[in-house]
């Protein structure tokens, strides 16, 4: 059974780090691209950041452009999302996905998703 799990959400203040963490499981999950996704209550779900299968090519929202960094880990199908100088805007759920497509900003093209883990960022 395909499985993806997020972890290392929590509460930080303004100015403070996060590394978010994504294991993925299961027969299909043999280098796809992986990314991150966050939605905050009453807001659509939004791109985050996204990486090739290999690691060789990265993806970031503008807003998160220079604060934020994914990266592929040692362990085959993992992932990791490490967020600096969060900001209260940056409080959501955020949840890793992965696909074997091209589009990879647009979250229907993603069939696998996790649980979600809890960002807040208070000011």
């Known amino acids: 059974q395909e499985q993806m799990v997020e972890s290392g959400g929590g509460l930080v203040q303004t100015g403070g780090s996060l590394r978010l963490s994504c294991a993925a499981s299961g027969r299909t999950f043999i280098t796809p691209v992986m990314c991150w996704f966050r939605q905050a209550p009453g807001n659509e779900r939004e791109f985050v950041a996204a990486?090739?299968?290999?690691?060789?090519?990265?993806s970031y929202a503008d807003s998160v452009k220079g604060r934020f960094t994914i990266s592929r880990g040692n362990v085959k199908n993992t992932m990791y999302l490490q967020m600096n100088s969060l900001k209260p805007e940056d409080t959501a759920v955020y949840y890793c996905a992965a696909q074997y497509g091209t589009n990879w900003y647009e979250q229907d093209e993603y069939p696998y998703w996790g649980q979600g883990t809890q960002v807040t960022v208070s000011s």
């Open positions: 990486i090739s299968g290999t690691g060789g090519r990265t």
